[in-house]
């Protein structure tokens, strides 16, 4: 396996990132075992798991568990493959979120992939439990910290996007790293504190999904979601005018999105979801371009987006 592009270290987890990770939420999505969909998404898999970027993005719930069992099969057919950070998530039928659940999720997911141990997993989107339920004996946290001490981890993270939840396991000291979502772009910047926070802490720090969802990648023309949900007439307004700052400083949209979250020191590494093996040489082009430094003087300059997203 060749050095991956531009690595460094994830806070102070001794992990390798690059700039950039994979995300895989909808590899596998629909596909059933041994048809020409499943093919064609080892296919994709295959091409990110010997990739540029040091290591690829899943969770257990992403496709319905598809999404690893895919990474799984392609890992297979790559000689040295890069590691895979995954996630723990709840009991997709009954919501569950405690110690023996963080367990069964892992084992789960270390079939799936055909791995015994982690480099870093997170707990995901804890929503159908409470801080305290996730902190108490035998809650979600515990199950996590049996996990790293029984060396069947390296690190533990946080991934979820509100970032009134995120704050709490943030500052509970017991994170090695966290993973916020759609609320460090340039229409909303609401995790800033929470990234100084774990910065300060020594942690690792991933910033997913720059492009908010579509608005961003595909431009205000096309009236694109931001955070899962529509664009406001006046978010689309904006986006129209910094669009029109790109144009005058020669870059595109998404360009400037994906170096927003690129150029910051609060930021290891940004993941970004990728559908096709066209998309990763693409992902490439825009992180060597070249954004202006004035640009960011000139974004400053319009004022804060109206950012759609309630925590």
């Known amino acids: ?23 895989t939420s909808g590899l596998g999505q629909g596909t059933e075992p041994g048809s020409a969909e499943e093919a064609a998404a080892v296919e994709l898999a295959t091409a990110m798991l010997s990739g540029p970027y040091a290591v690829v993005d899943t969770s257990n719930m992403y496709s319905e568990g598809r999404s690893e069992a895919v990474l799984g099969l392609a890992r297979r057919a790559v000689a040295d493959p890069r ?3 995954t996630k723990t998530d709840r009991d997709p ?30 707990l995901h989107d804890p929503y159908t439990i409470t801080f305290e339920e996730a902190m108490a004996p035998g809650g979600a946290v515990a199950g996590m910290l049996e996990l790293k001490e029984q060396g069947l981890v390296d690190a533990i993270g946080i991934a979820a996007g509100r970032v009134s939840v995120v704050s709490r396991y943030v500052a509970s000291g017991l994170f090695d790293a966290v993973l916020t979502h759609n609320r460090f772009t340039i229409v909303d910047q609401s995790a800033r504190a929470l990234l100084d926070d774990a910065r300060e802490r020594g942690m690792g720090t991933f910033n997913a999904a720059p492009f908010g969802g579509s608005l961003l990648a595909r431009g205000s023309a096309s009236g694109g979601t931001y955070a899962y949900t529509p664009s406001t007439p ?38 970004v979801g990728i559908s096709s093996t066209a998309r990763i040489a693409q992902l490439e082009e825009r992180r060597v371009a070249v954004v202006p430094e004035t640009f960011w003087s000139d974004l400053e300059n319009l004022g804060p987006a109206p950012s759609t997203v309630v925590d």
Request: charged share 20%.
């Open 93 to 122: 039928a009954t919501g569950v979120f405690d110690r023996d659940r963080v367990w069964r999720s892992f084992e789960e997911s270390t079939a799936r992939l055909g791995v015994d141990r982690i480099g870093l997993l997170h």
């Open 234 to 271: 006046a978010l689309i307004a904006w986006v129209e005018r910094v669009e029109a700052l790109c144009a005058r400083h020669g870059i595109d949209l998404p360009t400037a999105a994906l170096h927003f979250s690129l150029r910051s020191p609060l930021i290891d590494s940004t993941v």
């Open 1 to 23: 396996m060749t050095t991956p592009i531009d690595p460094r270290t994830l806070g102070a987890t001794g992990i390798e990132v690059s700039p950039l990770t994979l995300g």
């Open 83 to 85: 590691p895979i950070v």
